[in-house]
């Protein structure tokens, strides 16, 4: 069935990295785009980040615009956020989710059913 | 970047009553917009894609409405595990954006 596991995330002090990584299983990895989706704790859904299916393009929340990026690998079926520069404000259980639509390619490449169970990340000294 | 403005923040309900959460962008999305649910803990769950698409496995009792800048998540008859949070989402364009949720309570 499909899965999607997180991982690589823990504490760390602002100003530095951290990479996550979503490995899927159950479909076809290299004919999807892949979201990352943050929440907060005790706050709302913040949509992060977005790559195609072929990696091809990227986009990005305003909010972490050239601080984070996000990659695949379709060798490894897995998808990375390289996480830079990170402040207090990025402290927030992070999910990898997929799109619905295979070979994605227009602008509505929407969050799907498939997600991850998160993996959290605090920024703190 | 589109702003989604949900109403209300939280609502108080009883079991068969009949919801309806609403979802304002700041410009026109065409029908590009989902609605999600989510509990304690939990990843949250695709309901509505394209504003009236029911996700595949939902109950029928979930609908969404709405073109351009007003979207409507209707529950028919709420079900003691309908009590959860919902979002909206737009995928018209990026960066896609999230409404700030509605908590939807036990009365």
């Known amino acids: 069935q499909v899965q999607l596991v997180e991982s690589g995330g823990g504490v760390v002090q602002p100003g530095r990295s951290l990479r996550l990584s979503c490995v899927v299983a159950?479909?076809?990895?290299?004919?999807?785009?892949m979201h990352w989706v943050r929440q907060a704790p005790g706050k709302g859904l913040e949509w992060v980040a977005f790559?195609?299916?072929?990696?091809?393009?990227?986009y990005y929340a305003d909010s972490v615009k050239g601080r984070f990026t996000i990659s695949r690998d379709n060798s490894k079926n897995t998808v990375y956020l390289q996480m830079d520069s990170l402040r207090a404000e990025d402290t927030a259980m992070y999910y990898c989710?997929?799109?619905?639509?295979?070979?994605?390619?227009?602008?509505?490449?929407?969050?799907?059913?498939?997600w991850g169970q998160g993996t959290l990340v605090t920024v703190s000294s | 970047a589109i702003q989604m403005t949900q109403s209300p923040s939280s609502l108080s309900a009883s079991v068969g009553d009949r919801v309806t959460i609403t979802c304002r962008a700041s410009?026109?999305?065409?029908?590009?917009l989902g609605w999600y649910q989510q509990k304690p803990g939990k990843a949250p769950k695709l309901l509505i894609y394209?504003?009236?698409s029911l996700q595949s496995g939902v109950p029928s009792r979930f609908s969404g409405s709405g073109s351009g800048t007003d979207f409507t998540l209707t529950i028919s008859s709420l079900q003691p595990e309908d009590f959860a949070t919902y979002y909206c989402?737009?995928?018209?364009?990026?960066?896609?954006?999230f409404g700030q949720g509605t908590k939807l309570e036990v009365k």
């Open positions: 410009q026109g999305i065409s029908n590009d």
């Open positions: 989402l737009q995928d018209y364009t990026y960066p896609y954006t």
């Open positions: 394209a504003a009236s």
């Open positions: 790559i195609w299916y072929d990696g091809s393009n990227k």
């Open positions: 159950g479909f076809t990895f290299s004919n999807h785009g």
């Open positions: 989710a997929r799109d619905d639509i295979p070979y994605c390619s227009s602008i509505s490449c929407y969050v799907g059913r498939w």
